[in-house]
């Protein structure tokens, strides 16, 4: 949403980058992140596209310019942390309990381990992490574009399954089987 990529129906699909050239991000809003407005595919064979199942933002009908920093780049990754959250825990995240992690406020304090042990032990902890970052309270501290990005990237393209508490749950069949869990028609569909 920083640097839209003026997509045409028909025209090939393009690798999303930050630009490296010093363009600044248009700082576009969404204003409707929800999970009625994010849809499930399979990988489309560029680049690490093919490694696993897509998550895509769709109906851009609210969306505008925006001029706040808090509410561009910011703002969206915040919003979208809380739906991968929402992914991993099929719950909304309680967003109201605060905690520090690095040392700055987080809302995405409830992926993280507790006194108690670790809530969801099958998680990546590097994911758990990026998640309280993405959802600092000083969209400041929060990681930028590229930042996000490499960290992503470099789970997708370095992480085997065993690189996972519970390496059995990462294979493409157990992730497949996952989405067919909560979409029911997906198999059809990629059939």
Request: aromatic share 10%.
């Amino acid at each position: 949403m920083a640097y839209p990529i003026g997509s045409r129906v028909g025209s090939p699909p393009i690798l999303e980058t930050v630009p490296t050239d010093g363009t600044p991000p248009q700082g576009i809003q969404h204003n409707d992140i929800a999970i009625r407005n994010v849809m499930l595919g399979i990988g489309d064979g560029i680049d690490e596209h093919h490694l696993g199942h897509i998550f895509k933002l769709i109906d851009f009908g609210q969306a505008d310019a925006t001029y706040n920093p808090n509410l561009g780049p910011p703002g969206n990754l915040f919003s979208i942390s809380e739906y991968v959250a929402f992914f991993i825990n099929m719950a909304n995240i309680n967003q109201r309990q605060q905690v520090i992690y690095k040392g700055f406020e987080t809302r995405g304090g409830q992926l993280l381990p507790q006194y108690w042990g670790e809530p969801y032990p099958w998680l990546d902890p590097d994911l758990a992490g990026l998640i309280a970052e993405c959802m600092y309270d000083d969209w400041t501290r929060r990681p930028t574009l590229q930042q996000a990005l490499d960290r992503a990237s470099d789970a997708v393209l370095n992480k085997t399954a065993e690189s996972f508490p519970e390496p059995e749950e990462e294979t493409d069949d157990a992730i497949t089987d996952f989405v067919q869990q909560f979409v029911p028609d997906y198999l059809s569909i990629v059939a």
